[in-house]
C-alpha cells in the first residue's frame, strides 16, 4: 500500500511514508470524497458535477472543466513521481467518469468495517483486541468536512451506525471476559451521546451491577427509562424491564461471567474462572475490615497482575499504585511502605518512564522510607526498594540510580532469592546505557532473565529476557537469534495473556524488514503504520509519544531523502535531535546551526546510539567539526552495532557507517 486515505474524521491522505498529502482547496477534497464513497466504482462526470455544486442550485458553465482540473491536481498530489504523459495508477479515467483504486487496506473506513466484521468471528480476547484497535483509527464523525454534504449522508449514517455496534459489541466482550470495570467508562459516555439505544444502556447496568454498585445500576435503567417516556413517549423494551427486576432480585444468573441469558445471541457457557473470582473477591469483602493493612498489600498484587494486561489496565496501575503508596506512607509504619512499594515488581523493558512526574514521586518514597526502615528489616525490603529507585529513575543522568541498582542486585544474589534477582536485574538492565556499544552486556542480563525465570516459573521475567535479548541481538545484527527470542516472547504471551508483549514483537518484525529485507520505502513505511496502531491504546506513553515519526525520519534518512516538514508532526521527546534537520529540510541553514549547537546530549536509554547519529547527520551536512569530534567519540565503542536497532524498533544502519563518515569529514581540510 503507498498511498492510504482517511475518512473516519476529516478526509485526509498520507504518503508512503507517512507524511500528509496536502490536498489543496475544498473542491479538490470534495473530489476525493466523493470517490472514495463510491468505494472503487466510477463516478461519471456529470453526477460529480451536480454533487459539487449541489449547494448552488446550477453548477457553473465551466463546471465540467473544473473537475478535469481538481482531478490532474490530486493526480500530481497522489502520485508525485509518476512519469508524465503515463496513466494515473491511482485516480483513473475510465468510461464516463473517474474511480479511485485504492487498495483494500488503503482506507480507515474499509479497514474498519472489515475489522468489526471480523472480530465476530473470533476468541472474545482476540476480538477485544480487534474491535480495540479499530475503534483508535476514528479522528471524528466519518467525512468531518462534508457533514451537510447529501452524497455523503448515507456513507455517514452506514459508518456512524457500524461505529456504535462496534462500541457496544467491544463492551459484550469485556462483560464476557469479566472486565466490567474496564466497560463503564465508555458506556456512560456512549449512552450519555446516544440516549436512544436500549442495548448500551442495558450494558452500562449490567457492567455497574458486575462491579458491585447495584444502585448505580438502577439509577442508570430508571434514568433510561425517565429519557424513553419524557422524550419518546415509549416505556422501555422488554429487555430492559427484565434487568431492572433481575437486578432488584440479585439473580444469579446476573453474577460476573459469560453466560448471560440476556444475550441469547452469544448463549457463552460459564466461566469457572470468572465464578471462582466472584466468590473469592465477595469473601474477601466479607472478612477483611474495611481499614485493614493487608487490603494495601492486596490492592498491590491485583494492580501488578493487572499493569501486564495492558492498555486501561496498565494506565489504571500506575495511578492506583502511587495511591497505595501515599496511604500506606500516611500509616507511619515504613516496613509497610516498604512492602507496598516493592510489591509491584512489573517487568519493564522500555528506557523511558511513561509518567516522569509519577516515577519521581516513586522513587522519592522509596528513599524516605529506605531511610526510615529499622535497622532489623529484611535485607529483602532494602533490595526491593533499591530496585524501585533503580527501575524509575532510568533515562537520567542520576548517579543513584546505577548505584541503587548494584545495591540490590549484590542483596538479591546473597540472599539466593530468585524473584528478588529477577526484579534486580531489570534495574540493573535499566542503568546499562551510560556510554554507547554496551548491548553485548545487556544480552548477557537477558540471557540470565530467561534462565533463572524459566528454572522458577515466572513467566513476566522470562518475557523480560526474550524481549531484552531481541533488542540485543538486533543491535549486534544476529536477526535468526532475534526471531527465536521473539517467537518465544510471542508464545509464551499467548500462553499467558500478555497482550502488551504483540506491540514490541510487532515493531521488531518491521525493523527486521527494514534492515535485511529490500522492501520499497513505502512498504516500509506502510509496515511501521501498521506497528504504530498497536500502540494506540496500549497505556504506553513513554513509548508511543514522537516514535512513529522518528521510525519514519530513519527511514528517509536510510534512503537518502530529507527529514519530515510536516509542521503539524509531534516529534515528542525527539525533536531537539530532529530540529536541525527539519530546518535543512526546509532550506534554513542558520536555523539548523543554532539548533545543532542548542543540542544537549542524549538520554541514556535504549535509543542513545540512534540520536548520536542524527546529530552526526546534521553536523556532517552543517560541516559542525565540533559536534562530528564529540558524534565520533560517542559513537566509536558501539562500533559493530546498529544503530538504533538495539531498541528493537528502527535503525539508521550500521553505526561504522556513520563512523566512516565522520572520520572522512574530519579528514578533510576546512
Same mark, same amino acid.
Given at each position: 500500500?503507498?498511498?492510504?486515505?482517511?475518512?473516519?474524521?476529516?478526509?485526509?491522505?498520507?504518503?508512503?511514508?507517512?507524511?500528509?498529502?496536502?490536498?489543496?482547496?475544498?473542491?479538490?477534497?470534495?473530489?476525493?470524497?466523493?470517490?472514495?464513497?463510491?468505494?472503487?466504482?466510477?463516478?461519471?462526470?456529470?453526477?460529480?458535477?451536480?454533487?459539487?455544486?449541489?449547494?448552488?442550485?446550477?453548477?457553473?458553465?465551466?463546471?465540467?472543466?473544473?473537475?478535469?482540473?481538481?482531478?490532474?491536481?490530486?493526480?500530481?498530489?497522489?502520485?508525485?513521481?509518476?512519469?508524465?504523459?503515463?496513466?494515473?495508477?491511482?485516480?483513473?479515467?475510465?468510461?464516463?467518469?473517474?474511480?479511485?483504486?485504492?487498495?483494500?487496506?488503503?482506507?480507515?473506513?474499509?479497514?474498519?468495517?472489515?475489522?468489526?466484521?471480523?472480530?465476530?468471528?473470533?476468541?472474545?480476547?482476540?476480538?477485544?483486541?480487534?474491535?480495540?484497535?479499530?475503534?483508535?483509527?476514528?479522528?471524528?464523525?466519518?467525512?468531518?468536512?462534508?457533514?451537510?454534504?447529501?452524497?455523503?449522508?448515507?456513507?455517514?449514517?452506514?459508518?456512524?451506525?457500524?461505529?456504535?455496534? /462496534? @462500541?457496544? $459489541? +467491544? &463492551?459484550?466482550?469485556? %462483560?464476557?471476559?469479566?472486565?466490567? =470495570?474496564?466497560?463503564? #467508562?465508555? *458506556?456512560?459516555?456512549?449512552?450519555?451521546?446516544?440516549?436512544?439505544?436500549?442495548?448500551?444502556?442495558?450494558?452500562?447496568?449490567?457492567?455497574?451491577?458486575?462491579?458491585?454498585?447495584?444502585?448505580?445500576?438502577? /439509577? @442508570?435503567? $430508571? +434514568? &433510561?427509562?425517565?429519557? %424513553?417516556?419524557?422524550?419518546?413517549? =415509549?416505556?422501555?423494551? #422488554?429487555? *430492559?424491564?427484565?434487568?431492572?427486576?433481575?437486578?432488584?432480585?440479585?439473580?444469579?444468573?446476573?453474577?460476573?461471567?459469560?453466560?448471560?441469558?440476556?444475550?441469547?445471541?452469544?448463549?457463552?457457557?460459564?466461566?469457572?474462572?470468572? $465464578?471462582?473470582?466472584?466468590?473469592?473477591?465477595?469473601?474477601?469483602?466479607?472478612?477483611?475490615?474495611?481499614?485493614?493493612?493487608?487490603?494495601?498489600?492486596?490492592?498491590?498484587?491485583?494492580?501488578?497482575?493487572?499493569?501486564?494486561?495492558?492498555?486501561?489496565?496498565?494506565?489504571?496501575?500506575?495511578?492506583?499504585?502511587?495511591?497505595?503508596?501515599?496511604?500506606?506512607?500516611?500509616?507511619?509504619?515504613?516496613?509497610?511502605?516498604?512492602?507496598?512499594?516493592?510489591?509491584?515488581?512489573?517487568?519493564?523493558?522500555?528506557?523511558?518512564?511513561?509518567?516522569?512526574?509519577?516515577?519521581?514521586?516513586?522513587?522519592?518514597?522509596?528513599?524516605?522510607?529506605?531511610?526510615?526502615?529499622?535497622?532489623?528489616?529484611?535485607?529483602?525490603?532494602?533490595?526491593?526498594?533499591?530496585?524501585?529507585?533503580?527501575?524509575?529513575?532510568?533515562?537520567?543522568?542520576?548517579?543513584?540510580?546505577?548505584?541503587?541498582?548494584?545495591?540490590?542486585?549484590?542483596?538479591?544474589?546473597?540472599?539466593?532469592?530468585?524473584?528478588?534477582?529477577?526484579?534486580?536485574?531489570?534495574?540493573?538492565?535499566?542503568?546499562?546505557?551510560?556510554?554507547?556499544?554496551?548491548?553485548?552486556?545487556?544480552?548477557?542480563?537477558?540471557?540470565?532473565?530467561?534462565?533463572?525465570?524459566?528454572?522458577?516459573?515466572?513467566?513476566?521475567?522470562?518475557?523480560?529476557?526474550?524481549?531484552?535479548?531481541?533488542?540485543?541481538?538486533?543491535?549486534?545484527?544476529?536477526?535468526?537469534?532475534?526471531?527465536?527470542?521473539?517467537?518465544?516472547?510471542?508464545?509464551?504471551?499467548?500462553?499467558?495473556?500478555?497482550?502488551?508483549?504483540?506491540?514490541?514483537?510487532?515493531?521488531?518484525?518491521?525493523?527486521?524488514?527494514?534492515?535485511?529485507?529490500?522492501?520499497?520505502?513505502?512498504?516500509?513505511?506502510?509496515?511501521?503504520?501498521?506497528?504504530?496502531?498497536?500502540?494506540?491504546?496500549?497505556?504506553?506513553?513513554?513509548?508511543?509519544?514522537?516514535?512513529?515519526?522518528?521510525?519514519?525520519?530513519?527511514?528517509?534518512?536510510?534512503?537518502?531523502?530529507?527529514?519530515?516538514?510536516?509542521?503539524?508532526?509531534?516529534?515528542?521527546?525527539?525533536?531537539?535531535?530532529?530540529?536541525?534537520?527539519?530546518?535543512?529540510?526546509?532550506?534554513?541553514?542558520?536555523?539548523?546551526?543554532?539548533?545543532?549547537?542548542?543540542?544537549?546530549?542524549?538520554?541514556?536509554?535504549?535509543?542513545?546510539?540512534?540520536?548520536?547519529?542524527?546529530?552526526?547527520?546534521?553536523?556532517?551536512?552543517?560541516?559542525?567539526?565540533?559536534?562530528?569530534?564529540?558524534?565520533?567519540?560517542?559513537?566509536?565503542?558501539?562500533?559493530?552495532?546498529?544503530?538504533?536497532?538495539?531498541?528493537?524498533?528502527?535503525?539508521?544502519?550500521?553505526?561504522?557507517?556513520?563512523?566512516?563518515?565522520?572520520?572522512?569529514?574530519?579528514?578533510?581540510?576546512?
Amino acid at each position: 500500500m503507498g498511498v492510504a486515505f482517511g475518512v473516519l474524521g476529516p478526509v485526509a491522505a498520507w504518503d508512503g511514508a507517512g507524511d500528509a498529502i496536502a490536498l489543496k482547496g475544498p473542491r479538490h477534497r470534495a473530489v476525493l470524497a466523493r470517490l472514495l464513497v463510491a468505494r472503487r466504482r466510477v463516478v461519471p462526470v456529470g453526477r460529480l458535477v451536480a454533487d459539487l455544486w449541489a449547494d448552488q442550485g446550477e453548477p457553473p458553465a465551466d463546471a465540467v472543466g473544473a473537475v478535469r482540473t481538481f482531478v490532474a491536481a490530486l493526480r500530481r498530489a497522489l502520485e508525485p513521481e509518476r512519469p508524465p504523459r503515463t496513466p494515473a495508477r491511482l485516480l483513473v479515467t475510465e468510461g464516463p467518469g473517474y474511480a479511485l483504486r485504492g487498495e483494500p487496506e488503503a482506507v480507515d473506513a474499509w479497514r474498519f468495517e472489515r475489522a468489526v466484521t471480523a472480530a465476530g468471528t473470533l476468541p472474545d480476547l482476540d476480538a477485544l483486541n480487534r474491535l480495540e484497535e479499530a475503534l483508535s483509527w476514528w479522528r471524528g464523525p466519518a467525512y468531518a468536512d462534508f457533514d451537510t454534504a447529501p452524497w455523503a449522508r448515507a456513507e455517514r449514517s452506514r459508518l456512524a451506525e457500524l461505529r456504535l455496534h /462496534a @462500541v457496544e $459489541r +467491544r &463492551a459484550e466482550v469485556q %462483560l464476557a471476559l469479566g472486565r466490567a =470495570a474496564m466497560a463503564v #467508562p465508555d *458506556l456512560d459516555s456512549h449512552v450519555a451521546e446516544h440516549p436512544w439505544r436500549e442495548d448500551a444502556w442495558r450494558l452500562l447496568a449490567l457492567a455497574l451491577y458486575r462491579t458491585g454498585r447495584q444502585g448505580d445500576a438502577l /439509577a @442508570v435503567l $430508571r +434514568r &433510561a427509562r425517565t429519557l %424513553l417516556v419524557e422524550q419518546l413517549g =415509549a416505556d422501555p423494551g #422488554p429487555t *430492559l424491564r427484565r434487568l431492572e427486576a433481575d437486578i432488584l432480585d440479585q439473580a444469579a444468573h446476573l453474577a460476573p461471567g459469560p453466560g448471560d441469558p440476556l444475550d441469547r445471541e452469544r448463549a457463552r457457557p460459564a466461566d469457572p474462572a470468572e $465464578r471462582v473470582w466472584s466468590q473469592a473477591t465477595a469473601a474477601y469483602d466479607r472478612t477483611v475490615a474495611s481499614g485493614a493493612r493487608a487490603r494495601l498489600e492486596s490492592t498491590v498484587g491485583l494492580l501488578r497482575d493487572l499493569a501486564v494486561t495492558g492498555g486501561g489496565g496498565l494506565e489504571a496501575a500506575r495511578g492506583h499504585r502511587l495511591a497505595a503508596i501515599t496511604a500506606a506512607q500516611e500509616l507511619g509504619d515504613p516496613e509497610l511502605t516498604a512492602r507496598v512499594i516493592g510489591a509491584y515488581d512489573v517487568p519493564a523493558i522500555w528506557t523511558r518512564v511513561d509518567d516522569p512526574r509519577q516515577a519521581a514521586d516513586t522513587v522519592r518514597a522509596a528513599e524516605l522510607t529506605l531511610a526510615a526502615l529499622p535497622q532489623d528489616a529484611h535485607p529483602a525490603a532494602r533490595a526491593r526498594l533499591l530496585a524501585t529507585i533503580a527501575l524509575e529513575s532510568r533515562g537520567t543522568r542520576s548517579a543513584r540510580g546505577p548505584q541503587a541498582a548494584r545495591q540490590a542486585e549484590d542483596i538479591a544474589r546473597r540472599l539466593n532469592d530468585p524473584a528478588l534477582l529477577a526484579f534486580a536485574l531489570n534495574g540493573t538492565f535499566m542503568q546499562t546505557f551510560h556510554r554507547a556499544g554496551l548491548a553485548p552486556r545487556r544480552d548477557e542480563i537477558g540471557a540470565e532473565l530467561v534462565a533463572l525465570s524459566a528454572r522458577h516459573g515466572m513467566v513476566t521475567y522470562e518475557v523480560l529476557g526474550h524481549l531484552v535479548r531481541l533488542q540485543s541481538r538486533s543491535a549486534l545484527v544476529d536477526f535468526d537469534g532475534a526471531d527465536e527470542h521473539a517467537a518465544s516472547a510471542d508464545r509464551l504471551a499467548e500462553r499467558h495473556e500478555l497482550p502488551l508483549v504483540g506491540v514490541f514483537t510487532d515493531w521488531y518484525r518491521v525493523l527486521r524488514l527494514s534492515a535485511t529485507g529490500s522492501p520499497r520505502p513505502t512498504e516500509e513505511a506502510t509496515a511501521y503504520r501498521r506497528a504504530a496502531l498497536r500502540l494506540d491504546g496500549a497505556g504506553m506513553p513513554g513509548l508511543e509519544h514522537g516514535l512513529l515519526p522518528l521510525a519514519m525520519l530513519c527511514l528517509r534518512l536510510r534512503h537518502g531523502r530529507p527529514a519530515q516538514t510536516d509542521e503539524h508532526l509531534d516529534w515528542g521527546p525527539y525533536e531537539p535531535w530532529v530540529r536541525p534537520l527539519v530546518s535543512l529540510a526546509h532550506d534554513r541553514p542558520a536555523d539548523a546551526r543554532a539548533a545543532l549547537r542548542a543540542l544537549p546530549d542524549p538520554p541514556r536509554d535504549l535509543l542513545f546510539e540512534a540520536l548520536w547519529c542524527l546529530a552526526a547527520r546534521a553536523a556532517l551536512a552543517l560541516d559542525d567539526h565540533r559536534t562530528m569530534e564529540r558524534a565520533l567519540v560517542e559513537l566509536t565503542p558501539a562500533a559493530a552495532e546498529l544503530a538504533g536497532a538495539g531498541s528493537g524498533l528502527l535503525t539508521l544502519g550500521p553505526v561504522a557507517r556513520h563512523l566512516d563518515d565522520l572520520t572522512a569529514a574530519l579528514r578533510r581540510p576546512r
